[in-house]
């Protein structure tokens, strides 16, 4: 109608109300309390806390900045997470999540090609050169301030990934102990 659109939303939010910012702390917080709510207290114990520790300062919290990304996150698991408890780690399924929302694409690559980044890495079927290719290419795909976060949280999801990348080689007999 020519206008701005000013006008016009000042018609349907007739009070303006000035909120101050949230920390990042209380943001933190507010995710922790909701979470809480979620993983049930028997799926806790010293060594998932740590973990979910590890990955949330590794790359989670880079991801959860305002309320509003809380409350995307939380209410992706919310819907996912009840009826998975007790068939998947909760710390490794908060990161996934986390990627399912804040890097959709990254999740996508993940789920379309996941022989590259589970299953055990034998010595000799393992080409590190063309399997850090792949990895290079899709990650280039991540928003720039947004590629470091997802790459330490891929790593720690998926150690084949790491592999490829660099890292730590581990053969089939590690297995066993990854799904205890």
């Not at 690559?109 to 980044?117: K, S």
């Not at 055990?120 to 850090?132: C, Q």
Request: aromatic letters at 12%.
């Amino acid at each position: 109608l020519g206008g701005d659109g000013t006008e016009y939303l000042k018609k349907i939010v007739q009070v303006q109300l000035e909120l101050p910012a949230a920390s990042l702390t209380e943001v933190h917080q507010l995710f922790f309390e909701q979470l809480s709510e979620l993983v049930p207290p028997h799926e806790v114990d010293e060594g998932s806390r740590t973990a979910f520790g590890n990955a949330f300062h590794d790359g989670i919290c880079h991801f959860l900045n305002t309320p509003r990304d809380v409350k995307r996150l939380v209410n992706v698991l919310r819907v996912i997470y009840p009826v998975l408890v007790g068939e998947v780690y909760w710390p490794d399924f908060v990161s996934i999540a986390t990627l399912m929302v804040f890097a959709p694409q990254v999740h996508r690559t993940i789920c379309l090609a996941p022989e590259h980044f589970v299953g055990s890495v034998g010595f000799r079927e393992f080409d590190r050169g063309t399997e850090r290719t792949f990895h290079d290419e899709w990650l280039k795909g991540a928003p720039d301030n947004d590629r470091s976060s997802v790459e330490r949280i891929v790593r720690r999801l998926f150690p084949k990934f790491g592999a490829a990348m660099g890292g730590s080689q581990y053969g089939p007999d590690w297995e066993p102990r990854w799904r205890t």
